[in-house]
């Protein structure tokens, strides 16, 4: 569904995205994540499937309700070639269990009347994604991540995804890896208030670069990890210094809550806006900026989600 995926992205006037799946197995089933994978070998067994699909379906359920295209993505965040080998895992067992996974819950959501939903690969980066001196280099990043989009392409995903992304080297890199893989793919940075990716780079620099360098570019770029209040003063310090770079920004996935996202990593207690004050801000990007894919990340469940459909 390559093909396709590609003109959904191009084309939707809106498209929704899963909201949060690792914090809230974290928080449901604390023993069930893998030091490093996290949720990435639960699709392996019945017993972790039994915690992710649940998951899924709920935010299938918001898009069939509201006849809405859904993005759902792989829990590969952290499965790259280092973390795999150290787990003694096969990279294409595990790419093509959690592709499987999905693939029967989109064959289980079309059977009951819903409209399209896009399988996306996801990896993340190599070290803690609040850190930006602990990313990769481009060609360090290449190399690793190269191995990873190769694994989820070859497993059948509609498309790519880099996401939590600190630094412009390491996202250089990720888009040489998934430009590699022959498939769509999109990269996705934390902001910060002023415009800026966590290692300082403007985003819209981040953008120019990228799209300069990567062959082919990325469809388009989305932010994740970051509140929708930051996001929206991060879009407008953009739109004040480039105001071309926005054409390039499709979308968001938004944590709950306000806090810092390193305040919200591994917090002891949840932290989230209402769903429908969250919501309400979600649709006042789309109205404002012209964000289409919108969903949830840290904070959020299947009530953000239906919060953003319900202005959709």
Do not use: K
Not at 60 to 85: E, F, K, M, Q, Y
Not at 92 to 108: D, F, K, M, T, W
Not at 124 to 136: E, N, S
Not at 165 to 188: D, F, I, N, T
Request: one cysteine or more.
């Amino acid at each position: 569904m390559a093909g396709g995926a590609l003109d959904l992205l191009n084309a939707a006037p809106a498209l929704l995205a899963e909201g949060s799946v690792v914090e809230r197995v974290r928080r449901g089933a604390p023993g069930a994540l893998h030091l490093e994978l996290l949720t990435a070998a639960l699709a392996l067994e019945p017993a972790g499937r039994a915690l992710l699909e649940p998951i899924w379906r709920g935010y299938l359920a918001v898009a069939r309700s509201a006849g809405l295209p859904i993005v759902l993505l792989t829990p590969t965040w952290r499965a790259n070639r280092d973390t795999v080998a150290r787990a003694g895992l096969s990279g294409e067992a595990l790419s093509r269990a959690n592709v499987a996974v999905l693939e029967a819950l989109r064959r289980e959501h079309a059977a009951a009347g819903g409209g399209p939903v896009l399988v996306a690969g996801l990896l993340g980066p190599a070290g803690d994604a609040y850190d930006p001196w602990a990313a990769l280099g481009e060609r360090e990043a290449a190399g690793l991540h190269g191995w990873q989009a190769r694994q989820l392409a070859g497993a059948g995903v509609d498309l790519l995804t880099a996401q939590t992304l600190p630094a412009l080297s390491e996202a250089r890199g990720l888009a040489r890896a998934m430009a590699g893989a022959g498939l769509p793919y999109l990269l996705s940075f934390i902001v910060r208030p002023a415009g800026e990716l966590l290692d300082g780079t403007p985003l819209d620099d981040a953008i120019a670069a990228i799209d300069r360098d990567a062959r082919p570019a990325p469809v388009a770029y989305t932010i994740n990890c970051v509140h929708p209040d930051p996001c929206r003063a991060a879009l407008a310090a953009v739109r004040s210094r480039a105001p071309h770079a926005l054409d390039r920004v499709l979308g968001l996935q938004a944590n709950g809550s306000a806090l810092p996202p390193e305040a919200l990593d591994g917090a002891d207690a949840l932290h989230s806006d209402p769903p429908g004050t969250w919501g309400a801000a979600m649709a006042g990007l789309r109205r404002d900026f012209g964000l289409r894919l919108l969903g949830g990340c840290c904070g959020t469940d299947e009530r953000h989600i239906a919060a953003i459909a319900a202005h959709l």
